[in-house]
C-alpha cells in the first residue's frame, strides 16, 4: 500500500515521542485552568469535567490506537483498516495544537 512504511527504529522512536506528548497533553489539560463565561476557574473538579465533555474522546480515540500500535509492533496492527483509519486521524491533533499556540499568544 502507499502509506505503509517499512517498520524502522525512525519511525517507533517518532510514533513513541508524538505518544507520549499526547499522553502528558492529557495530564496537563486535567491541571490548566480554563475561562468558563469569562473566569478563571481552578477547580480540578471544574477543569477535568469541562475536558471530558469537550476533548478527551477525540484525544482518546486518537491516542490508544497509538498506543497499541506500539505495544503490538506496527506490523501487526497494520492490517486492520479502521484501526489505520483512527491513526491517520492524527493530523487532527494539528488543529488543537493550534488552539493552544493562539491561546498562549493572546495571553502574551
Known amino acids: 500500500e502507499v502509506f505503509d512504511l517499512p517498520p524502522s527504529g525512525f519511525y517507533t522512536v517518532l510514533d513513541l515521542t508524538a505518544n507520549i506528548f499526547w499522553t502528558l497533553d492529557i495530564a496537563l489539560t486535567c491541571i490548566t485552568g480554563v475561562y468558563v463565561e469569562g473566569s478563571l476557574v481552578t477547580s ?18 486518537i491516542l490508544i490506537p497509538g498506543w497499541m500500535a506500539i505495544a503490538l509492533g506496527n506490523s501487526k496492527i497494520s492490517g486492520f483498516g479502521a484501526m489505520r ?24
Do not use: C
Open 44 to 61: 480540578r473538579r471544574i477543569i477535568v469535567a469541562r475536558y471530558l465533555q469537550t476533548w478527551f474522546a477525540f484525544d482518546a480515540l
Open 85 to 108: 483509519v483512527v491513526r491517520a486521524l492524527r493530523i487532527f491533533r494539528a488543529f488543537k495544537l493550534r488552539t493552544m499556540f493562539a491561546m498562549i499568544e493572546d495571553r502574551l
